[in-house]
């Protein structure tokens, strides 16, 4: 249930229910922390079990966001949404253009953009009621598909890892042993493959094991519970989270676990364990951030290079989190999540004096973050 403790505890701004019954508009909005700029976030639709488990959900996937943006150095905060319902059979025009007009009376609290079932063809009909919406296709200013620049800041990120436990950024006759070959998995199998690197892959969707094999005739497919156990130097989960559990750590031969998927950690404890066995983790959800990078700039006027540019600097920044988890001897994600909280509160003490109203010396002019 939701309350204030709970609120307190995790440390949120504000969550905002949604209801039209005219066209089924079920959503829940979570702002978790605006410190750094206003929140972003992807929206998720899924049939929840209850709407305990929707609420559950949006509320650590936005603390999730905040931490994702500080760690990347954008003056973004953290937030999510999730619309209640069958992606197959509840979706309509009037669904996304009535969640967008709620989304346009936030005022820019919170700006959404796609994530689990959530497509283009969804965003451009919340884009008809709101400018508060990242994602959208090029055609109309837009960034377009982030999968490219998601893979590749996890490819900077896995370079970062060889540079650290190879004293190379090279992948030339590494192996990699990669899990889910969808949309950010194939991109990244381009550039590991182009790198020099050998993959065993696995997926459980037919399609795409095809498709692979078709394009890259090189790389080697093993089973879905197989992959756990190749003797490869990296494993690259892009497929599901939690798969660092009890069950698989003391399968894995690897001395890297670096990928795109979402909290691939079960619990915090897992990364300590990796640390344990020489395992060196990159920060899953500083590597994936490419894709939030890119469409971070869009309102600044998208363009390929600056994207791309600011995907460059994950390989900094995740050695920067390696340099701290050694020089205190602590866990890697627990390095990440200090430097991640150091700089909100670094920011948030520089705004504790008042500046005066100089807004009318320059009327309409914007700094970089008060977008
Ligand atoms: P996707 O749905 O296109 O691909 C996921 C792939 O994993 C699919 O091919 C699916 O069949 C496969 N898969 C599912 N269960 C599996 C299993 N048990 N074993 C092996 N394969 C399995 O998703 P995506 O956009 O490529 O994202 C991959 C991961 O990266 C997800 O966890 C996602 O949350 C995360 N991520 C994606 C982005 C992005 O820009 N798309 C950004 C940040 C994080």
């Known amino acids: 249930m939701l309350s204030f403790e709970k609120l307190y505890s995790m440390g949120h701004e504000q969550v905002v229910f949604l209801s039209d019954p005219s066209c089924g508009l079920k959503a829940i909005i979570a702002v978790h922390n605006t410190t750094l700029g206003p929140a972003l976030g992807g929206t998720r639709m899924w049939q929840y079990k209850s709407e305990e488990d929707a609420l559950e959900d949006v509320l650590r996937l936005s603390k999730g966001m905040t931490y994702k943006a500080a760690i990347s150095g954008l003056n973004l905060g953290g937030g999510k949404a999730v619309l209640i319902g069958d992606p197959d059979k509840d979706k309509s025009e009037a669904l996304f253009r009535s969640y967008g007009r709620y989304l346009?009376?936030?005022?820019?609290?919170?700006?959404?953009?796609?994530?689990?079932?959530?497509?283009?063809?969804?965003?451009?009909?919340?884009?008809?009621?709101?400018?508060?919406?990242?994602?959208?296709?090029k055609i109309h200013g837009g960034s377009g598909n982030p999968a490219p620049f998601t893979a590749l800041g996890v490819f900077r990120g896995i370079e970062a890892c060889c540079y650290k436990v190879f004293g190379t950024r090279s992948l030339s006759g590494r192996t990699v042993a990669l899990q889910g070959v969808g949309s950010v998995g194939q991109n990244l199998m381009k550039l590991l493959t182009d790198g020099g690197a050998k993959i065993f892959f696995t997926d459980i969707s037919e399609k795409n094991i095809q498709t692979v094999k078709e394009n890259f005739p090189e790389a080697e497919y093993v089973g879905p519970d197989e992959i756990y156990d190749v003797d490869a130097d990296i494993y690259t989960p892009c497929a599901l989270g939690a798969t660092i559990n009890d069950a698989t750590i003391g399968r894995l031969k690897v001395k890297i676990v670096a990928g795109a998927a979402n909290n691939q950690l079960k619990e915090d404890r897992h990364g300590a364990e990796l640390k344990s066995r020489n395992v060196l983790y990159a920060p899953d959800y500083l590597i994936n951030a490419g894709g939030l990078m890119n469409v971070s700039i869009e309102f600044e006027g998208w363009s390929e290079n600056k994207s791309l540019r600011?995907?460059?600097?994950?390989?900094?920044?995740?050695?920067?989190?390696?340099?701290?988890?050694?020089?205190?001897?602590?866990?890697?994600n627990q390095a990440t999540d200090i430097l991640a909280e150091r700089r909100i509160n670094e920011i948030k003490n520089i705004k504790t004096s008042y500046l005066g109203n100089v807004s009318h010396r320059f009327p309409g002019r914007k700094t970089r973050h008060n977008l």
Request: no cysteine; proline share 2%.
């Open 310 to 332: 600011m995907v460059d600097t994950i390989y900094d920044t995740t050695l920067r989190i390696f340099q701290l988890s050694d020089e205190q001897n602590i866990p890697v």
């Open 104 to 137: 346009e009376s936030l005022n820019g609290r919170y700006i959404t953009a796609e994530d689990v079932n959530i497509g283009v063809a969804d965003i451009e009909h919340i884009f008809t009621e709101t400018r508060n919406v990242v994602g959208v296709a």
